[in-house]
């Protein structure tokens, strides 16, 4: 990202001007579009908030800026009253279309962690760099002849990979398939986008899990679905609640997370397992699982899939390298009935031409030659040594003023605060000294719990993340 250059004769304000006309006239911000306020600005160019005011004030004095009372500083249209000609109006078509931003929440979580350097990162649901197979990858790259066409590939996803996963898979998970029944994706949420955008319809029905990661992805609303929750407790979901529901709104399609539940870290037993596809083969509705959490059972010993125990095809099974190996790669995959990969398939097409064959050569290698399997092994070590590392801190440090169960799995801690506290004011508190983490609203559940990612900080980050969390809290009472 640029940066004034504090050794250069002109002043600061007018580089920052400079810089910011620039971008205006190359389109970045067309004419209606509002400008990041001053304060903002100033945090990720690390100058003085005046020094912000001063460079606005030089392009409000050439016209290019006005300001509005109530919508902060806007690129002005200079050509508007001298020309026919007219710009879009770019702020109606961002504010429109069918598909849904993220919470504002959200993306003000990303900002942050976008532009402020050095956060102390509880909130991130992947792994630290030093936990990603770098080195591997590397050696992979160098010393492997690659002789893979550059064309497009099967919209399917590369077929070398998909057999490797079907041994995979067979060995680790007990899933039973087939590299036809296989899409390769770019990760869980574009296998959870073609599930939703292509075997559904605006106004179906659909029930997640309450708290559940599905519930922060605008995604479902951008599909016109109506959403559903079932409320969850220490064993994940109630199937019995799932009959219930259908029988209130006919539901068309559940998604669920049973093995380390994302944001809660619950196991649903296997006899509930079993009794969730008995009532689903009933109805005759599918289930989505997604399963990104299994492999990183710590005791070594996954417990089953859904999919693993599907006697009945019920059950679309997605799957990811994001959390085990490296997100970087963008590998995913969704194992369903042909017809339905097809279909998916054809959607994928439409939208990509299909993946890049060079990641997907280095994925299919990867596992191939056993690297994941060993990569696996460590990584359990690892997570264990830091949620042990989180949970030993928030009991010295935090005492009695937050409660959690422990995770057998997973990268995060589902913690329940027992005070009085907005959430969203800590937040504000906790990243100004350097730490952020997820609020539990964000995945639907009731104000007074977090989210905290023990994956994502370094080692020695944790404990003074944590000193900084609890001093943050104490501020807010």
Partial sequence: MWKPDRSSKTPIYQQIAD?????????EFPPGSTLPSERKLAAVLRVNRSTVVAAYEELRATGILVSSKGNGTIVSNLNEENSTNQTPNWKEYVEGGNFLPNQ????????????????????????????????????????????????????QGCAQLRETLVSFLAQHLHIQTT????????????????????????GDAVAIEDPSYCYSLPMFQSAGLRLFRLPTDE???????????YRKHKIRMLFVNPNFQNPTGSVMPLERKIRLLEIASELGIPIVEDDTFTLTAFDGHPPPTLKSIDKNNNVLYIGSLSKTATSGLRIGWLIAPQSVICRLSDARQQMDFGLSSIPQWVANHFIKEGHL?????????????????????????????????????????WCRINREVDEFKWLEESTKRGVIFVPGTVYGSKKGWIRLSFARPFFHEISPGIQQLHAALEMCQ
């Fill in 19 to 27: 810089y910011m006309e620039h971008r205006i006239a190359f389109g």
């Fill in 179 to 202: 590299e036809s029944s296989i899409l390769i994706s770019s990760g869980s949420q574009q296998s959870l986008y073609l599930i939703l955008q292509c075997l559904l319809n605006p």
């Fill in 373 to 413: 399997d060993n990569h696996i092994q460590f990584l359990r070590k690892e997570l264990t040594k830091k949620r042990n590392e989180l949970m030993r801190g928030l009991t010295e440090i935090m005492g009695d003023t937050i409660s959690y169960s422990v995770p057998q799995g997973g990268l995060t801690l």
């Fill in 104 to 155: 504002p929440f959200v993306r003000r979580i990303r900002e942050e962690l976008l532009h402020k350097k050095g956060l102390i990162d509880f909130a991130s649901g992947q792994l630290s760099p030093d936990l990603y197979p770098q080195e591997i990858v590397r050696e992979l790259l160098q010393k492997r002849p690659f002789h893979e066409q550059l064309g497009y590939d099967n919209p």
């Fill in 235 to 245: 064993h994940g979901i109630n199937p019995e609640e799932v009959m219930a529901l």
